[in-house]
């Protein structure tokens, strides 16, 4: 396995679509990892964050490791250093201060290597630093080939459960609550590669469920309740677990967590296994049922209106026709069009201003269930500009439904005050 230092330009350097961190697709360009990298929905990128660690200059002890894939260098580490030198010298559009910003050169050294040497290094480095959450690196790991498939990763393939609740993504989670022994004590098991629990499907969502409620409150962490799993379930589903005890192990099914909540579990007790209804938390739905733009507008005549207008035709034909949801996209890169034509009369094509000038007060006119929604969807004063940046180029991103209907959420209520019919013009 061959190693050489190499200097190349940054503005050769491609960026790695497939960095654990935050992998997105293939074809995706450098401004789309950026984007995602500024957006840093779980707060795994932090350029701004590294740019005041790195200090006031590159520092070339810290090298990308690279590898040449169909002629192009691509960057396998050091993807966050490098999205700052391509900031530093304007190859990509950001809105990202550079005050604290190192100085970048326009060319620095890198490792070259195979890629087989690079995955290996990337793994040494991250794969247990605490750089990389838990499902990351056992998915890394597993795509990469560079060892065997984690009965972490197998729970995920065959549930969908850590995924689509990132609260038991956590160290502590795969190896203390969700281990071979404390599965055994569920009534679950992995075997030969797949999961294999004594309960029924909706059963098995109960006792998911009951773990991540546990988690969520805290009742199971490093310090409470260590690694007992089962101990601080709730009676109901310790008397699922008990009472299937004899039943035979079958192949799990797949549970979303939108699904969670959907079916009635039977309760059993310790002395009846007579089905009885349990009284079920308020369910999950996959879309909030909230009106686009979160409530009906009523803006002065104009290009704007007429724009609002066209949008809610445009969702109401997505909804009728329960169209997929790349449709989505189409309706966020409207929104963003929607936003720079309102932000047009303060003559000025960046709809940032805007934000920064409506959004606090927009969001005081929201009810608690839309303040909800916003925070759920990452959406902030801070990030609504980026994320309309994203839709606007119709990343993959922009394809969470729930996501564009909380932007037009907040869009409307500033909409309200922008252009509302008794917004006083010299205001705008």
Request: with cysteine.
């Amino acid at each position: 396995m061959n190693q050489e230092i190499k200097y190349i330009p940054i503005k050769d350097l491609v960026l790695w679509t497939e960095n654990p961190r935050d992998p997105i697709s293939p074809n995706a360009s450098d401004q789309d990892v950026v984007n995602r990298a500024l957006l840093n929905n779980d707060g795994t990128w932090d350029i701004e964050k590294l740019a005041k660690n790195m200090g006031e200059f590159y520092d070339f002890s810290e090298l990308p490791t690279v590898v040449y894939e169909d002629g192009k260098p691509i960057v396998y580490d050091g993807n966050r250093r490098i999205i700052l030198g391509k900031i530093y010298h304007g190859l990509v559009d950001s809105t990202v201060s550079m005050e604290s910003f190192p100085e970048f050169p326009a060319e620095i050294p890198c490792n070259v290597c195979d890629k087989t040497l690079a995955l290996k290094s990337i793994l040494r480095k991250h794969g247990d630093s605490g750089s990389w959450k838990p499902l990351e690196r056992d998915y890394f790991i597993d795509k990469y080939k560079l060892g065997e498939k984690s009965d972490f990763l197998i729970i995920d393939e065959s549930t969908g459960i850590i995924s689509e609740n990132p609260v038991l993504n956590q160290g502590f989670v795969r190896k203390e609550i969700l281990n071979p022994s404390n599965l055994e004590k569920l009534g679950i098991r992995i075997e030969a590669g797949s999961l294999v629990s004594q309960h029924s499907k909706a059963e098995l969502r109960a006792i998911f469920e009951d773990i991540i409620e546990q988690v969520r409150n805290k009742r199971i962490t490093t310090r409470n309740s260590r690694g007992k799993s089962f101990e601080v379930l709730s009676q109901k589903t310790k008397d699922i677990i008990e009472n299937n005890r004899d039943n035979d192990y079958s192949l799990a099914p797949r549970l979303a967590i939108v699904e969670l909540d959907r079916e009635s579990v039977p309760q059993i007790n310790s002395t009846s296994r007579d089905s009885q209804p349990v009284a079920r938390k308020t369910k999950r739905i996959t879309e909030p049922d909230m009106p686009f733009f979160g409530k009906d507008l009523y803006l002065r005549k104009g290009n704007v209106n007429n724009l609002y207008r066209d949008i809610l035709d445009l969702h109401r034909f997505y909804k009728s026709h329960k169209l997929k949801k790349s449709f989505s996209s189409i309706l966020r890169m409207a929104l963003r069009l929607l936003c720079e034509t309102a932000n047009s009369s303060r003559k000025s094509s960046d709809v940032k201003p805007y934000v920064l000038k409506y959004f606090d007060d927009a969001k005081k006119q929201l009810d608690q269930n839309q303040k909800t929604l916003l925070a759920s969807q990452n959406v902030t004063k801070e990030s609504l500009t980026q994320l309309l940046q994203t839709g606007a180029h119709g990343y993959r991103s922009s394809q969470n439904y729930e996501q564009t209907l909380a932007i037009s959420i907040i869009l409307g209520a500033m909409l309200t005050l922008s252009h509302g019919k008794e917004t006083n013009e010299e205001e705008i």
